[in-house]
T-cell receptor, first 113, second 113 residues
Framework: DSGVTQTPKHLITATGQRVTLRCSPR?????VYWYQQSLDQGLQFLIH???????AKGNILERFSAQQFPDLHSELNLSSLELGDSALYFC????????????FGQGTRLTVV | SQQGEEDPQALSIQEGENATMNCSYK?????LQWYRQNSGRGLVHLIL?????REKHSGRLRVTLDTSKKSSSLLITASRAADTASYFC?????????????FGSGTRLQVQP
């Protein structure tokens, strides 16, 4: 158990809908990363938050947004969903911004039908 | 584009043999990390090597880093069936002026019993 909790584990929704994925980082970790992993693909970096502030933005679509709350949990909002958004979405946390290992949650498997 | 590119994409070996995976990257880094992912699960951190280090060991794992060639290798000695997984290298790539942990496409390792 990495200590990072992601909910829900599975999500099935229709095209055009909006969903929210939630991540609770390990106790004491200030950094939260979001990644998207499509079938048999590597992890695409989406966005990084540190202590409530956005630090870096990667290949995140305009239909997607995220935030980190004062209690350090984070949410990834995906809207106007398309079939191609079906993927595993991972959250990872670390104690700092750099030079530290990241701890991954078990992911949310999103299926858009 | 991916910051880290693993090679080979897939590797199949017999139990007891050594497995070597390589990672190349494009820009300067502060550190390089290796992670393991069992199918559909969250990634697990294996080892972190800093840019001023050349080699690091952890149990049956040996990681080398050559910053002049912008490459790293992960060696797993005396492999076991339980080592079957995907292995990813990760670097702290720059995104709009800020560094974030970025993963390559991974090497799928199959260890035959």
């Amino acid at each position: 158990d990495s200590g990072v909790t992601q909910t829900p584990k599975h999500l099935i929704t229709a095209t055009g809908q909006r969903v929210t994925l939630r991540c609770s980082p390990r106790s004491g970790d200030l950094s939260v990363y979001w990644y998207q992993q499509s079938l048999d693909q590597g992890l695409q970096f989406l966005i990084h938050y540190y202590n409530g502030e956005e630090r870096a933005k990667g290949n995140i679509l305009e239909r997607f947004s995220a935030q980190q709350f004062p209690d350090l949990h984070s949410e990834l909002n995906l809207s106007s969903l398309e079939l191609g958004d079906s993927a595993l979405y991972f959250c990872a946390s670390s104690v700092a911004t750099l030079n530290t290992e990241a701890f991954f949650g078990q992911g949310t498997r999103l299926t858009v039908v | 584009s991916q910051q880290g590119e693993e090679d080979p994409q897939a590797l199949s070996i017999q139990e007891g043999e050594n497995a070597t995976m390589n990672c190349s990257y494009k820009t300067s880094i502060n550190n390089l990390q290796w992670y393991r992912q069992n199918s559909g699960r969250g990634l697990v951190h294996l080892i972190l090597i800093r840019s001023n280090e050349r080699e690091k060991h952890s149990g049956r794992l040996r990681v080398t880093l050559d910053t002049s060639k912008k490459s790293s290798s992960l060696l797993i000695t005396a492999s076991r069936a339980a080592d079957t997984a995907s292995y990813f290298c990760a670097t702290d790539r720059l995104y709009t002026g800020r560094r974030a942990l970025t993963f390559g496409s991974g090497t799928r390792l199959q260890v035959q019993p």
